[in-house]
């Protein structure tokens, strides 16, 4: 059967000739990565991947409903002690479309002291992964993001040793929302909003940084938190600007870039009950990256 040679084909190929090579366990690949993964592909591709982190808590509740007006999926990074607390808005960010991903349960600086011991580090892991992965759907993909964005080295293979959070994409970073950054001039160039209501600037003030720096990069994956009072309005801020602008919207799983991380077969991580080698390759919505 003849295909059209696009990019979705070739993704598609590409999954394809990955399932095929999959083998035994042994085989498989690590998904955890030595180093922090710093590569969206989204740059300049007038596509941004919206990742609240740190939720859920009751202000939560308003960023849903600001997202559900404006019809944008999105990844929220998920700390296991808030979860803990507010199960029924977990239950909900994944009801309502939204990817969850795991940003561990204690929200703790994973430094050097978790590699000397190893079962802190993955209990850090685990306590999140059993409470959204009975959440998911089959074909979501689990990524995680590393409290404060640190990262050692040997975190990784203790990780990949685990028979369940080998199954996971990450450390991932951001490409949008890290710090505040003015222009000679005095106009915000940059913001992060955990920084902008520290210092209390408005939702509106915020949004302008985080609407330049996305307009200047053309896209990426934009850092913002789902607990604060502001949440919400900085979303209304942000997003029907970048609409208006015909910027698409991704969920972290709808990205080719990250595919190169997972382990062959991982589409079916979440539905092990099927047969990895008959599971067919998922394609990337491809379309939406020009
Ligand atoms: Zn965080």
């Not at 590393?146 to 990262?151: H, K, R």
């Not at 970073?173 to 600037?201: E, F, L, P, Q």
Request: glycine share 8%.
């Amino acid at each position: 059967m003849k295909k059209a040679i696009g990019i979705g084909a070739l993704v598609a190929a590409m999954a394809a000739a990955t399932l095929s090579a999959s083998a035994g366990p042994a085989d498989r690949l690590a998904l955890f990565q030595e180093k922090t993964i710093f590569h969206s592909g989204l740059l300049h591709n007038h596509t941004v991947a919206l990742t609240f982190d740190d939720g859920p808590n009751a202000h939560t509740g308003e960023l849903l409903d600001e997202l559900k007006k404006l019809n944008v999926k999105a990844t929220f990074f998920i700390v296991g002690r808030m979860a803990h607390r507010h199960p029924a808005m977990l239950a909900r960010i994944a009801a309502e479309g939204h990817l969850l991903a795991n940003h561990s349960a204690d929200h703790a600086f994973l430094g050097s002291s978790y590699d000397a011991a190893p079962q802190k580090l993955l209990n850090e892991l685990r306590d999140v992964d059993d409470q959204i992965r009975p959440l998911m759907r089959p074909g979501d993909k689990l990524y995680f993001r590393a409290p404060f964005g640190a990262w050692k080295f040997a975190h990784a293979p203790i990780l990949n040793n685990d028979p369940l959070l080998r199954d996971y994409v990450g450390p991932i970073y951001w490409d949008i929302g890290g710090d505040i950054t003015m222009s000679r001039d005095g106009y915000v160039m940059s913001a992060s909003d955990w920084t902008c209501w520290r210092k209390h600037w408005t939702a509106k003030a915020c949004g302008k940084g985080y609407l330049r720096e996305i307009r200047r990069k053309d896209g990426g994956v934009v850092l913002m938190h789902a607990i604060h009072t502001n949440s919400a309005a900085l979303v209304a801020e942000v997003v029907p600007a970048l609409i208006e602008e015909g910027y698409d919207f991704v969920r972290l799983d709808e990205m080719p870039a990250y595919r190169q991380f997972e382990t062959p077969g991982a589409a079916s991580a979440l539905a092990r009950a099927t047969p990895p080698k008959t599971a067919k390759p998922e394609l990337v919505r491809v379309s939406t990256l020009k």
